[in-house]
């Protein structure tokens, strides 16, 4: 069985050691695939655990020198194609989880938890492993919870606890990386305590006061100077001690040939102090008068700035979490139930658990102020909910009886007592925090040169410093007028030395490594804030090619709220009351299961022309006046089935035209001729395979709709739509929001719209297809686009499909122009980080070399060291500069672009742009007269 197992890994620096995670974890057998996250310090593995279990995962890991822990290990869906009917029978979604299992002694003791696990309704399997104290559970989430799984382990008499599951705290303390700002600012400080005395007594004090400088000629035994000594003791803790992680990260990085910056560290700072150590010893030995020539200050400063670097690097790389932070934050620890969810009376008795352990079915009590700690529906109180840190919405919901609770919102003043439909992992805060740390985790096509040059780096950073040092030794003996640096009172060798330390120092991976991570990071994080969810570093690189955009109509570009116009019977179902109500009580008998928003209409209408409300339709249509069989869905053209009225069977068929044709129906030839004229959506209806009668409806186009069109257009986006509307009605809505008419697909199934798909992307290879979409009949298509964007007011099925899910309630269709912006400047930001990375490394490693030594200028090991330090936590700043980006000022809160202000489209040539965008010269006023584009300004 394949499973994804998630650990955190403590001890990464750079893209090096990233890249010798995926190595070594991809040579275990058994494991299929890897993704290392530097910034989340998280490692995903899929791997079957009947082969390689997640321990002997984690042993792989550490084993590379670095710390890992299991976070999670999770059973993988079997992937399935999306069907055109709806009668699929669902399997049961098992999943795996580990229990600590305290306080067994013996076989037996394990054998009992057993027996108690395997009695639980909805477990699968159970094993008790003794030796690890520890309990595997594959379970059904739908029958059983995780706190059932640990009451049953409690009534054996033993304790339990989830190991896996760390608590929020700990992680947005990983996040946030206290412990290692606190560890390095500590390194910074001890580190500049010694080394500051140091460059005192070699550089400041032969400098300024060099007459007074008594500890230079100052002798304890002749060889062994006074400042030497002085400058020994300050630097060897801080070489052996302070720097210790640097040469322990070191070895373990050659032990498995994957070299990091740790290695030039260790290699330049050592080499210093071994040369300094040897030259006294010289000194010491020959008993001379002269001082020798040491670079103690050199070792202990290039540490110093190191450690002070990782400090401000660190402190960076926990602000580009912080949106990340914040959504953990959301959930509260501890959550309020009512001990019977079937006594919820004002008295009833109260239970406070951990916010893990609340399952699907408690009634949770929401009391003013307090954070929802699980998805559910609204059973008693009214209120108001605090969305925004969730949604995006910035206005508070109005909550009453019925309305959907959403995990990590925030009470308003009311009391409300809701029942959990979704929690743990399954609600939509968990799935928003999981898509953000896939998102971070899962690597950008563009990283992979950054991870080509860092595997490549270290050695041949360590060539060129042994080139600098030969080539500078011989040249300096060579040349009848060598470079002046030769001409200072420092021998040649030293100064060879120190053009070799400074190449080693001077070279950072460590940039090129961050540049992609760290703005994705902050990118998706900002995201997430925004309503936005981008599903991973390639999604976010392709979305900025998209050529073209697809549109789904009904409640896509439309609200998806459709109401009856319109509906006509034939004479034998108008000639009496009882005939016209009994058609009216079939047809929603048909309807009453369907999601589809046409179904939900005609089930309204149903109910108001019966005069019933939804409760009395459901209890009448369920009971045994009505019974249905045979039932059977086609996406995107209608319903059959048989419905049983007492003892006469009635055989429905509920559909368009076309659902009438391929079920040999015969239609009549004025319902024909006002199918192809209307724009309204006409729905036959058949019984006893004989026409019954149409039902017209209508749906609202999203007040967004046109500016969207148009801002994609600006965009240099072509627009299309789909759907299973007739024509007129396709065209209608395609007229209203400027798309093309030759753009315009209509009547098509669900395997159709992924067969369009597809006809496009064979049509121009070079095109980036992207689609739009809501429901179950759009997945097929979503997951065949190149990018699929899925509303999050859609289905969960639509929603796993697409790359890209757009949260906002209020300016959903306005997000998807807001969705490619965002992406186009996250990825901006990564070449901007990449490119300054590289000219770094191409301009301070040759001017390290001594390129510009004719010229007069050099670069010492201690300025090397600093500009190293620099350079990381420069291309974290400039990730974190993503920060400042705000929804364009086109998208107001109507959708509308602004004219008002002076953000105006058209595009500029810079030197990230894939291909030139023209502006569009026929730009069209909408009905109601709210847009003109022109104009310039960057997007």
């Known amino acids: 069985m394949t499973v994804t197992s998630v650990f955190a890994v403590q001890g990464m620096t750079c893209g090096a050691c990233t890249a010798a995670i995926n190595s070594a974890v991809e040579g275990v057998p058994g494991v299929k695939s890897v993704a290392v996250s530097l910034i989340t310090e998280r490692a995903s593995v899929v791997h079957d655990v009947e082969v390689v279990s997640p321990e002997e995962v984690r042993e792989a890991i550490d084993d590379c020198g670095f710390t890992a822990h299991l976070f999670s290990s999770q059973a993988d869906e079997p992937a399935s194609e999306v069907s055109d009917t709806?009668?699929?029978a669902t399997k049961p979604r098992l999943e795996i989880i580990y229990i600590k299992v305290f306080g067994m002694t013996c076989s037996n003791c394990s054998t009992t938890v057993e027996r108690a696990l395997r009695s639980v309704p909805g477990v699968h399997e159970a094993l008790v492993a003794l030796a690890t104290e520890e309990a595997k559970v594959k379970y059904d989430p739908s029958q059983v919870g995780v706190r059932d799984l640990i009451d049953a382990i409690n009534d054996t008499g033993f304790d339990a606890l989830l190991p896996d599951m760390m608590d929020n705290?700990?992680?947005?303390?990983?996040?946030?990386?206290?412990?290692?700002?606190?560890?390095w600012r500590r390194a910074a400080l001890h580190a500049s305590c010694l080394a500051i005395p140091i460059f005192i007594l070699n550089m400041v004090l032969p400098f300024w006061f060099g007459k007074y400088d008594f500890g230079r000629w100052t002798f304890i035994i002749p060889g062994l100077h006074v400042r030497e000594l002085l400058s020994f003791a300050l630097a060897t803790p801080v070489q052996f001690i302070i720097g210790k992680r640097f040469f322990v990260s070191a070895y373990r990085s050659l032990k498995h040939g994957s070299p990091t910056m740790d290695v030039l560290v260790s290699l330049s700072t050592f080499t210093a102090y071994v040369f300094s150590c040897f030259s006294m010893l010289v000194s010491i030995a020959t008993a001379s008068d002269m001082p020798p020539h040491t670079v103690f200050e050199t070792s202990a400063m290039i540490i110093a700035y190191i450690t002070y670097g990782k400090y401000l690097e660190n402190r960076a790389k926990g602000q580009t979490s912080a949106a990340l932070s914040r959504l953990l934050s959301l959930t509260p620890s501890m959550a309020t139930i009512y001990a019977d969810p079937k006594n919820i009376a004002v008295n009833a008795a109260e239970r406070e658990i951990p916010s893990e352990l609340i399952q699907a079915g408690d009634i949770a009590i929401l009391r003013p102020g307090a954070k929802a700690p699980a998805d559910g529906i609204v059973v008693t109180g009214d209120s108001y909910m605090d969305e925004s840190l969730v949604t995006g919405e910035p206005m508070p919901v109005e909550k009453h009886v019925g309305s959907a609770i959403i995990g990590g919102t925030i009470n308003g003043v009311g009391r409300l007592d809701f029942r959990v439909t979704r929690a743990g992992k399954d609600t939509q805060l968990s799935q928003i925090v999981k898509l953000v740390q896939d998102a971070q985790t899962t690597r950008a096509p563009i990283q992979r040169f950054a991870d080509l040059v860092a595997g490549k780096f270290v050695p041949i950073v360590i060539v060129l410093a042994v080139v600098t040092f030969i080539v500078w030794m011989v040249l300096s003996h060579a040349l009848s007028t060598p470079p002046d640096i030769f001409k200072s009172s420092e021998s040649k060798f030293m100064v060879c030395l120190k053009l070799c330390i400074s190449v080693i120092v001077v070279a950072c991976p460590c940039a090129l490594g961050l540049s992609t991570p760290t703005a994705v990071m902050v990118g998706t994080g900002i995201g997430a804030q925004n309503g936005i969810l981008i599903k991973g570093g390639p999604v976010l690189e392709q979305a900025t090619l998209i050529t073209k955009m697809v549109f789904d109509k009904t409640g896509t570009l439309t609200i998806g709220k459709m109401s009856v116009l319109s509906h006509s019977k034939t004479p034998l179902w108008e000639s009496s009351a009882y005939r016209q109500k009994l058609w009216w009580r079939i047809v929603r008998a048909v309807e009453c299961g369907s999601e589809h928003p046409i179904g939900k209409a005609i089930v309204a209408e149903a109910n108001l022309v019966l005069g019933e409300n939804d409760s009395e339709s459901t209890s009448k249509d369920q009971n045994d006046e009505f019974q249905m069989s045979d039932y059977k869905a086609v996406m995107g053209r209608g319903i059959r089935a048989i419905v049983r009225h007492g003892t006469e069977p009635y055989t429905v068929t509920v559909g368009n035209v076309q659902f009438m044709t391929d079920n040999d129906i015969d239609v009549p030839s004025s319902v024909l001729k006002a199918s192809t004229e209307t724009t309204a959506t006409d729905?036959?209806?058949?019984?006893?395979?004989?026409?019954?009668?149409?039902?017209?409806?209508?749906?609202?186009?999203?007040?967004?709709a046109r500016g969207t069109i148009l801002a994609l257009e600006k965009m240099g986006i072509n627009v299309a739509m789909v759907t299973g509307d007739q024509r007129p009605s396709a065209l209608r809505v395609a007229?209203?929001?400027?798309?093309?008419?030759?753009e315009v697909w209509s009547g098509v199934t669900p395997s159709e719209k992924q067969d369009i798909i597809r006809a496009m992307q064979i049509e121009s290879p070079d095109a980036v297809i992207a689609m739009v979409g809501d429901g179950i009949n759009d997945s097929p298509a979503l997951a065949t686009a190149h990018i699929g964007l899925a509303m999050a007011t859609g289905t969960d099925v639509a929603i796993e499909a697409a790359d890209i899910v757009l949260m906002r309630p209020d300016t959903l269709l306005m997000d998807v122009a807001v969705s490619l912006s965002l992406c186009r400047a996250i990825f901006n930001r990564?070449?901007?980080?990449l490119?300054?990375?590289?000219?770094?490394?191409?301009?301070?490693?040759?001017?390290?070399?001594?390129?510009?030594?004719?010229?007069?200028?050099?670069?010492?090991?201690?300025a090397a060291g600093g500009a190293m330090a620099l350079s990381s936590v420069s291309v974290v700043a400039s990730s974190l500069a993503l920060k400042r980006w705000k929804r364009p000022r086109w998208a107001t809160e109507e959708g509308r672009l602004d004219l008002d202000s002076s953000s105006r489209f058209s595009y500029r040539w810079n030197f990230f742009s894939r291909r030139p965008v023209t502006d569009i010269a026929d730009s069209r006023l909408s009905p109601n007269g709210y847009i003109q584009l022109s104009g310039s300004e960057t997007v």
Do not use: H
Request: charged share 15%; aromatic share 8%.
């Open 86 to 88: 709806a009668d699929i």
């Open 169 to 183: 705290t700990t992680q947005i303390q990983s996040l946030a990386r206290t412990k290692e700002i606190q560890n």
């Open 683 to 704: 729905i036959c209806v058949a019984i006893q395979r004989t026409f019954a009668g149409t039902i017209s409806l209508n749906d609202i186009i999203r007040k967004d």
């Open 735 to 742: 007229r209203e929001v400027g798309i093309p008419e030759s």
């Open 830 to 833: 990564i070449k901007t980080n």
């Open 835 to 862: 490119i300054w990375a590289t000219i770094y490394n191409f301009v301070m490693i040759p001017f390290a070399m001594g390129v510009f030594l004719p010229l007069g200028w050099s670069l010492p090991p201690m």
